[in-house]
């Protein structure tokens, strides 16, 4: 089981390196767009109006879309921000049972934003709510990869737990810590 686990969360943070790579490709085509526009301007004295329709709004798609895909990933890496500077200084049982406790917090936290999203995004699809950029894209299919990460944090954290209960150590234990310490 831990191989498929392991393969759903490096999928979903290869998916988001897919959007953030998007992003920056969307945004480097406007700048140059832009800059044509500036050299015909400065050539003929008229610009030429180039412009990706809603470009702005496609990168914001694009990072809601990267930051929730990235979430279980990072968190298996030690990645997340995390306040250890109390839980380092427990005995190692009381930091056991520490992990268990806030674990289980995100857990719960993690769920409810993911069963809410889901709601969102058959409510979205149902009603046919749409985007109001120039070029209108179907709001559940933007909020669909947020779902999506919300649903494998959730797996993750779902993961983390059953570890934890088995005695085992937190994923992210060791990792990113020695930031803290340098």
């Not at 945004?27 to 610009?47: E, S």
């Not at 933007?142 to 088995?166: S, W």
Request: glycine share 8%.
């Amino acid at each position: 089981m831990r191989p498929v686990l392991t393969s759903i969360y490096r999928f979903a943070g290869g998916l988001a390196a897919c959007f953030i790579l998007a992003i920056v490709v969307l945004v480097f085509a406007q700048v140059c767009l832009n800059l044509a526009d500036k050299i015909a301007a400065a050539l003929t004295g008229q610009g030429i109006g180039l412009t990706i329709p809603s470009y702005a709004d496609f990168t914001g798609f694009f990072l809601a879309a990267s930051a929730f895909l990235a979430l279980a990933y990072t968190l298996r890496e030690g990645g997340h921000i995390r306040v250890t500077l109390v839980v380092m200084r427990l005995p190692e049982r009381a930091r056991h049972m520490a992990e268990i406790m806030v674990t289980s917090i995100a857990l719960a936290m993690s769920a409810f934003a993911t069963v809410y999203m889901v709601l969102l995004v058959l409510e979205s699809h149902e009603f046919g709510d749409r985007s109001a950029g120039m070029v209108s894209v179907p709001l559940w299919i933007v909020q669909m990869p947020v779902a999506l990460g919300l649903a494998i944090l959730t797996l993750a954290l779902a993961d983390e737990i059953y570890g934890l209960l088995r005695g085992s150590r937190p994923s992210w234990a060791g990792k990113g810590e020695n930031l803290l310490n340098e």
